[in-house]
Antibody, heavy 125, light 109 residues
């Protein structure tokens, strides 16, 4: 079964740090671009980070740039998000998501086709 | 940054009705990079449509997507009880950030 399982969430004080993990199984992890997406309580979805299959390309949303670091270990089929200088507004459910690639009419199309169940990060004093 | 605006914010409907959800982009989005997701309370999002109009594997054919440029639509031909949820459009163009719309909630009337 194709699966992503996040872990590492919890309660942390403002200014603190946390490391999230995402364990992949059921597919060739090293072949896929991966993303982190978060959802604040009662709010919509926010893309926050992207890492290419070979780690050569990394992007961040402005809201987390300079504070969060995405990484992956293809040998361990794992994706990570190191979060530093956490703020109240970082409180959210954090999802890891695989970028699916669909070949259609000789072109590639994209969508986040596999998601983890999410891990909750609460930043509060 | 490409801003996606979804309308309406909430739709109150009955099973069996036809649903049309709108997603408007602040600048042109390549159809290759427009997707729709469904999210139910307490669950992760589920990919419904990629490439603006292609159903993801396992998605029932009552879901369809259309549009190009700045205007995209998700249609549910006949609402089933399990379709009551929040729907998001998302663009993942050639450069980040890859933004989501604010969502449309389809609720039971």
């Amino acid at each position: 079964e194709v699966q992503l399982v996040e872990s590492g969430g919890g309660l942390v004080q403002p200014g603190g740090s946390l490391r999230l993990s995402c364990a992949a199984s059921g597919f060739i992890f090293s072949n896929y671009v991966m993303n982190w997406v978060r959802q604040a309580p009662g709010k919509g979805l926010e893309w926050i980070s992207y890492i290419s299959s070979g780690t050569s390309t990394i992007y961040y949303a402005d809201s987390v740039k300079g504070r969060f670091t995405i990484s992956r270990d293809n040998a361990k089929n794992s994706l990570y998000l190191e979060m530093n200088s956490l703020r109240d507004e970082d409180t959210a459910v954090y999802f890891c998501a695989r970028r699916g690639e669909f070949l259609l009419r000789h072109q590639y199309y994209f969508g986040m086709d596999v998601w983890g169940q999410g891990t909750t990060v609460t930043v509060s004093s | 940054e490409i801003v996606l605006s979804q309308s309406p914010g909430t739709l109150s409907l009955s099973p069996g009705e036809r649903v049309t959800l709108s997603c408007r982009a602040s600048q042109s989005v390549s159809s290759n990079y427009l997707a729709w997701y469904q999210q139910k309370p307490g669950q992760a999002p589920r990919l419904l449509i990629y490439g603006a109009s292609s159903r993801a594997p396992g998605i029932p054919d009552r879901f369809s997507g259309s549009g190009s440029g700045t205007d995209f639509t998700l249609t549910i031909s006949r609402l089933e009880p399990e379709d009551f949820a929040v729907y998001y459009c998302q663009q993942s163009g050639t450069s980040p950030p890859w933004t989501f719309g604010q969502g449309t909630k389809v609720e039971l009337k």
